[in-house]
């Protein structure tokens, strides 16, 4: 299926309403910062991703999977965040750690040549984890309040660092 652009509130309405709220203030918060909203239709629903600076690099995307909506964080900063980690529930934190192992970090022939994959400590562990799995998380009660603190701390990386 081609990607065919949508309005911002046909991707709200497919969002279950309870997370409307949560949805509207990550998505002011973003256009408020400079982060240019891309929307559009793919396979399994809308893809809302949230583009930052020159370069235009996602920082947060929205995604639909069958079983909900998800939220990736593109964490491109995390060692100058790392505390975030060390406060999250048991869900998120066995989720980060099912994500795949990063390829390039063995072999960087591997892997997708933008992949630079996250090297992160959390819980006293050291992770190598793949960028586009590592930070992917079911938007729910639990998740929110983590995904919201670390786009909120990305984007403060990324707009001191002004290099993208």
């Given at each position: 299926?081609?990607?065919v ?9 497919s969002?279950?309403?309870?997370y ?16 240019k909203?891309?929307l559009?239709l ?21 995604v639909?999977?069958k ?11 995390i ?26 970090f ?6 997708n ?7 992160f400590t959390?819980?006293d ?5 793949c ?7 079911a ?6 309040p983590?995904?919201?603190?670390l786009?909120?701390?990305e ?10």
């Open positions: 299926m081609g990607k652009s949508v309005d911002f509130n046909v991707f709200l309405n969002v279950d309403p309870k409307h709220d949560f949805v509207m203030q990550a998505n002011d918060f973003m256009q408020q910062n400079d982060c909203l891309k559009e793919a396979k399994n629903g809308y893809v809302a991703s949230y583009q930052h600076g020159k370069k235009k690099r996602v920082i947060l995307n929205f639909f999977r079983s909900g909506l998800f939220s990736r964080i593109y964490t491109n900063n060692g100058r965040y790392m505390e975030v980690l060390e406060k999250i529930p048991e869900k998120i934190s066995k989720s980060i750690e099912k994500a795949p192992v990063c390829k390039r063995n072999d960087p022939s591997e892997c040549p933008k992949c630079n994959g996250y090297l959390m819980n562990t050291q992770y190598q984890k960028r586009y799995n590592c930070f992917l998380f938007v729910d009660d639990e998740s929110i983590i995904i919201k603190s786009y909120e701390k984007l403060k990386c990324r707009n001191l660092a002004n290099d993208e």
